[in-house]
């Protein structure tokens, strides 16, 4: 099982921001590659250090995390949560130890950074609403998506500026000594390269906008406003750098019958006096199909029937959520001389007179009962 983030950066869910950013530049500094060389527990733990922090110092994504953990990154099918290389890592220096860091740091023994760092190109965002059906089952997309990509004929050279090192370096004293830092170079962006030639109808950056067919897997159980991620599908980088990600937001789409709570689904069932005095069976939907069921005679209205396993899958995979089928006794507003006569004489029969029992719960009993 995939270690939870907190734990990761030895922290509770009430941290603050500024908390958060410790913890993990406390890690980072700890079990940075460089002042560990060939350590590959060190750079595990650095990584999975960087993934927790990317998470949880992002409002949005830390609020998904705490309502649905891991999976509300993980779909399965090319989504992903963390899976960040050390480009991803390197970029977050800047806003975790100052502005004049940028892509790496030194003076902390054998000195950081110094590497190339690789350009990512810019995600792309699209929003697909699902059906109730779709949602409950799974489903696969295709979406047709613009994304920019190197235009054909672009060809790049080395930047004059940092001779291809993506780096600017600069020596500072401190109250701790000397200590070196490195930032991405302002005239390539970090990537150590420069266009040399392009096609007429490529930007500045050397790409072109293109139509593509993206097949995204969307899993069982996903929520209206969750946001999935396809790792590479956003735009293209100039020269080696690395393509950004496809983020695909959820949309629910109202069902005309059911009602959707959390993993459970709400359906409201009308029956006849007759039906509700006699019993009957009935047709209800459900999201695999009209399934029927069971009236039995002398039911009373706001009574639920719960059929198990007939709701919306977890997400974290815990099973499936039930439908709770809440039976409304229809009482006719309009009745003919006959009818009208009929419940006349039945008004003060023993067998018409309200007489609750103590199974007979109560409205408010009935709601605790529901989400207990």
Partial sequence: ?????????????????????????????????????????????????????????????????????HQAFQGGGGFNGGGMNMDDIFSQFG??????????????????????????????RIRITLTLEEIANGVEKKLKVKRKVQASGTTYKTCSSCNG?????????????????????????????????????????????????????????????????????????PGNGISGDLLVAIQEEEHATL????????????????????????????????VRIKIEPGVQSGKILRLRGKGIPSINGYGKGDLLVHINVWTPKTLNKEQKDFFERMRNDEHFMPKPESSDKSFFEKVKDMFS
């Fill in 95 to 124: 806003d975790i130890f100052g502005g004049g860091f940028g892509g790496g740091f030194s003076g902390f023994g054998g000195g950081f950074g110094g590497q190339q760092r690789r350009v990512k190109g810019s995600n792309l």
């Fill in 165 to 237: 090192s993506g780096q600017v370096m600069r020596v500072t004293n401190t109250i701790l000594g000397r200590m070196q830092t490195s930032s991405p170079c302002p005239t390539c962006g970090g990537a150590g390269e420069m266009i040399d030639k392009k096609p007429a109808d490529a930007d500045a950056q050397g790409l072109v906008l293109q139509d593509e067919t993206v097949s995204v897997k969307i899993p069982a159980g996903v929520v209206d406003g969750m946001q999935l991620k396809v790792a590479g599908k956003g735009n293209e980088a």
């Fill in 259 to 290: 009602k959707r709570e959390g993993d459970n689904l709400h359906y409201d069932l009308y029956v006849s006096l007759p039906d509700a005095v006699l019993g009957n069976s009935q047709e209800i939907d459900t999201v695999t199909g009209k």
């Fill in 1 to 69: 099982m995939k270690e939870d983030y907190y734990d990761i950066l030895k922290i509770d869910k009430s941290a603050t921001a500024s908390e958060i950013k410790k913890a993990y530049r406390k890690k980072a500094i700890k079990y940075h590659p460089d002042k560990n060389p060939d350590d590959k527990v060190a750079e595990e733990k650095f990584k999975k250090a960087a993934e927790a922090y990317e998470v949880l110092s992002n409002p949005e994504k830390k609020a998904r995390y705490d309502q649905f953990g």
